[in-house]
């Protein structure tokens, strides 16, 4: 074994340790400090992946080994070397991580639900996040204590609703094909509970989240309007439709907020009747159980004939009962503990005939025709309410009928206050107002009665014909009057013939405009009936205060405000404009709803009036382009005839032998000027 004595004298080196090993090799005759910066920079730039400590010890033994100055740690060169050594190591990593997000683009595109999953097992998931029998059922109204809140919404906000079904409905938010496989699962395999028991009020799973809803009631409750009113319950009509199973509890009681049929039941009939459902099944809760009737042994109760008559309007059902309440599930109708209630506890149940259950699901089971007037009552509301302006007006033409309570009155005339108004088939029956006449056409629609709807509709569109050919007529004026001026010498050609001032001079075309103008927007007053004058003439501040912030009038305003001031003819000219645009499109929308109006009749009504000449086709249902100009169609216009001295304005004499044209005008050859010989009267 060679000693370390016998190593140096034999001049042999030491082999290097690991660190040394791992360090390149490098210039040994650098002599000065910028070699030591060369020789550290180079031994960190080039570790490799080498750890810092690593490269660190091994630039410093090399700087002893050659014999140079020593680089401290707080030397800027150091700080330099390892802010380089940093940055090269962190471009490393980048580079590393763009390199693996390059080789998992395709799989961060692709969704593994959709691409991955058959649609076999997808379905199945939809399945378990999605269906809950609870649905379907009185439980699912009910909060945590177990009972359902009150009938009329007592113990609502004390009570602390569950709205837990167990379903995760979320998942249809995430994209537009997820919910167009998941839709289908949550509203076709789910069976929807639907409570109407009182007059406006009804309860579903679906109303838990409604914002429609009104404090007082519970989470699963929603206050619906006359059916007479709008067809649908706002934006629960697009998922109704979807809905292929219901389950509805209905009540026959005659409570005092109760009608006939009930009101939550003619919703649901009408939003689900295009859309055909599959199965409905009908349960009535008997009368003691809701409310303590006058005398328990007389029951106060609808015919379940008139309850179930909205039913009718359904067809194609593939499942279709009619049955009573069971028993274990009357104590969950059960919401007024009463003791008078408790000491009778008598229960009366609708009388359900097995002929009239039978022939109801024979007809909803079958693919027979259907008549559905409330669509016909519909397209004539539409047409009613555009000859008005108001909106409360508007709001006001809506039908309150159906109420057992005092009824009510709308401008002197009075409701009848039953649903069933027989009187009106009586030799020498007439009509009042407008709101009168849409109360019984609204009530001929809910008895889906043809016949009497066609005689009221007529009524109602005879009172509304005149006032519609006056402002037919006074549109098409107005059309002939602009089209006449669309044109570069007219009032509403372009902007380069207009003066700088104001000028009534007889050249001026504002003033027909003007009287245009007024005599359209004159014809869309209505007609008032005796007592809508007087409700008009007893508060007459109130009446003309509707008017005044509507935008029309607002604007006559501002025109009769310029021209006052004698302001600029383009702003005059574009009030003008804009008046005239307010006025067709309401006049457009009349005609919009007036084709429309026979649009859900069934074949084979006969008519009193022919249908052509209802629709007027030869009108035009244009609005007025103002960025058209158009074009002159009349023949060019010859010199005008001026007033002759000699003749006080007759034509000049054809006889002139001067007059070599004939047209009664001298031509000066040397002047080249032409003028009237003015020599007596012209024979005509």
């Not at 791992?22 to 570790?47: F, K």
């Not at 509805?248 to 009930?262: D, Q, R």
């Not at 058209?628 to 010199?639: A, D």
Request: neutral net charge; glycine residues 4%; aromatic residues 10%.
């Amino acid at each position: 074994m060679v000693s370390s004595k016998q190593r140096k004298n034999m001049n042999v080196a030491p082999l290097p340790d690991a660190t040394e090993a791992a360090t390149p090799r490098v210039n040994q005759h650098l002599p000065s400090q910028a070699g030591l910066e060369a020789s550290i920079a180079y031994n960190i730039e080039t570790a490799n992946g080498m750890e810092l400590q690593v490269a660190l010890s091994a630039a410093l033994r090399k700087q002893e080994q050659l014999g140079l100055n020593t680089v401290t740690i707080d030397s800027p060169q150091f700080e330099v070397a390892i802010l380089r050594s940093a940055l090269a190591e962190s471009q490393q990593r980048e580079q590393a991580l763009a390199a693996r997000l390059r080789d998992l683009e395709p799989f961060r595109k692709k969704c593994h639900l959709l691409k991955t999953i058959p649609i076999e097992v997808r379905r199945e998931i939809y399945k378990y996040l999605l269906i809950n029998p609870i649905l379907g059922s009185i439980k699912s109204l009910h909060n945590r204590e177990g009972s359902a809140p009150g009938l009329f919404g007592e113990g609502a906000a004390k009570s602390s609703y569950r709205k837990r079904y167990g379903l995760h409905p979320a998942l249809l938010r995430t994209c537009k094909a997820v919910y167009g496989e998941a839709a289908t699962i949550l509203y076709e395999s789910n069976t929807f509970f639907f409570q109407s028991l009182s007059n406006e009020n009804v309860l579903c799973p679906l109303f838990r989240n409604s914002p429609e809803m009104p404090l007082q009631y519970s989470f699963s409750r929603l206050r619906l309007p006359f059916p007479g009113q709008r067809l649908t319950a706002g934006h629960f009509e697009g998922v109704f439709k979807k809905i292929k199973h219901w389950k509805v509890t209905l009540s026959s009681h005659k409570g005092w907020e109760a009608s006939c049929p009930s009101h939550g039941l003619v919703y649901l009939c009408r939003m689900i009747c295009d859309s055909s459902p599959k199965s409905l099944h009908v349960e009535f809760v008997p009368c003691g159980s809701l409310t303590i009737p006058t005398f328990p042994d007389i029951p106060r109760q609808y015919k379940a004939s008139r309850m179930l008559q909205p039913l009718l309007w359904l067809r194609n059902l593939s499942e279709f009962t009619v049955t009573h309440l069971p028993d274990n599930e009357t104590s969950s109708y059960e919401w007024w503990y009463s003791p008078l209630l408790v000491r009778f506890r008598t229960f009366h149940k609708v009388d359900l005939p097995k002929d009239l259950v039978a022939k109801l699901k024979f007809i909803v089971q079958s693919n027979t025709p259907v008549v559905r007037v409330f669509k016909m009552y519909q397209r004539l509301l539409d047409y009613t309410r555009a000859f008005e302006r108001i909106e409360e007006a508007r709001r006001k033409m809506d039908p309150e009928y159906g109420l057992l309570s005092s009824p009510p009155s709308y401008l002197g005339s009075k409701v009848a206050p039953s649903v069933l108004f027989t009187h009106i088939d009586q030799p020498g029956f007439s009509l009042r107002s407008v709101k009168s006449q849409l109360e019984y056409a609204a009530t001929a629609s809910e008895e889906n009665n043809v016949e009497v709807f066609n005689r009221v509709r007529h009524i109602i569109l005879e009172v509304l014909e005149p006032q519609y050919q006056r402002i037919a007529a006074a549109a098409e004026s107005m059309s002939s009057f602009v089209k006449s001026e669309k044109r570069c010498s007219g009032l509403f050609g372009p902007v380069s013939r207009f003066a700088f001032f104001f000028d009534l001079s007889d050249k001026c075309l504002i003033p027909d405009g003007l009287v245009e103008i007024y005599r359209y927007a004159k014809t869309f007053e209505r007609d008032l009936s005796l007592e809508e004058q007087k409700h008009k003439l007893s508060d007459m501040k109130r009446w003309m205060a509707g008017f005044a912030k509507l935008p029309r009038e607002i604007l006559l305003h501002r025109l009769e405000l310029e021209m006052y001031q004698r302001s600029h003819e383009l702003i005059i000219t574009s009030l003008m404009k804009e008046i005239i645009d307010d006025m067709d499109s309401q006049y457009l929308q009349i005609r919009k709803f007036r084709m429309a109006v026979f649009d859900e009749d069934p074949p084979g009504l006969q008519y009193i009036f022919d249908k052509e000449l209802w629709f007027e086709r030869h009108r035009c249902d244009d609005a007025i382009n103002w960025t058209v100009e158009e074009p002159c169609l009349t023949p060019i216009e010859g010199p005008k005839i001026v007033q002759f001295e000699g003749s006080q304005g007759a034509l000049p004499n054809r006889d002139d032998p001067d007059d070599v044209e004939g047209v009664g005008y001298h031509i000066d050859m040397d002047n080249h000027d032409e003028q009237a010989t003015g020599q007596g009267d012209n024979e005509m």
